[in-house]
């Protein structure tokens, strides 16, 4: 997960401060655009040199994960939704 933080307050990753926004972030950036891209309903995210799948935003229920993000591995997040 990242946050990207738009306000004042002093939001570090891991923190629990501002109930917990960022307690499980991978980073939190104060500007700039999301590097989560969405793929067939899966939400990856590319972060030192990991790919991290996040989330399934779709609404299939018999799901099978895909083989490859970009035709590269990657893990899946330990705080993953579905």
Known sequence: ????N????NITKGSNDYGYVAYNALT???????????????LF???EGTNYLL???GKETDL????SYN???YQIYKYTES
């Open 1 to 4: 997960m990242e946050v990207i």
């Open 6 to 9: 738009k306000s004042g307050l």
């Open 28 to 42: 939190v950036k104060q500007v700039g655009m999301t590097a989560i891209v969405k793929q067939d309903g899966f």
């Open 45 to 47: 995210y590319p972060y």
């Open 55 to 57: 989330e399934y935003s």
């Open 64 to 67: 099978v994960l895909p083989d």
């Open 71 to 73: 035709g590269n591995s």
